[in-house]
Nanobody
Framework: QVQLVESGGGLVQPGGSLRLSCAAS????????MGWFRQAPGKQREFVAR???????NYADSVKDRFTTSRDNAKNTVYLQMNSLKPEDTAVYYC????????????????WGQGTQVTVSA
């Protein structure tokens, strides 16, 4: 069974920082792009950041210059460093990844984590 497990969410004051992690586990044979989405109450899920297996991250305009995504391919883990957090960053953050598994070899399938809550409030 393949899983994406996020960690690192929590409550932080405006201007503060948080670091999210997402580890992929299970019968994984290859990992493609990994990234982050978020969903605020009453809003649609939106793209935050994404990074390909060889690097080359890209970001939503709303988080550019404040958030940084990186990955450790040896650990099958992607990170999201969030700085200068604002109340409008409050949302459930979801990890997303394109994975090849032993059950479906040679085909990348898209997977989601369960989400982690980030709340930015004084």
């Amino acid at each position: 069974q393949v899983q994406l497990v996020e960690s690192g969410g929590g409550l932080v004051q405006p201007g503060g920082s948080l670091r999210l992690s997402c580890a992929a586990s299970g019968s994984i044979s290859s990992i493609g792009a990994m990234g982050w989405f978020r969903q605020a109450p009453g809003k649609q899920r939106e793209f935050v950041a994404r990074i390909r297996s060889g690097g080359f991250p890209n970001y939503a305009d709303s988080v550019k210059d404040r958030f940084t995504t990186s990955r450790d391919n040896a650990k099958n883990t992607v990170y999201l460093q969030m700085n200068s957090l604002k109340p409008e960053d409050t949302a459930v953050y979801y990890c997303n990844a394109d994975l090849q598994t032993s059950r479906v070899p040679g085909v990348f399938q898209n997977y989601w984590g369960q989400g982690t809550q980030v709340t930015v409030s004084a």
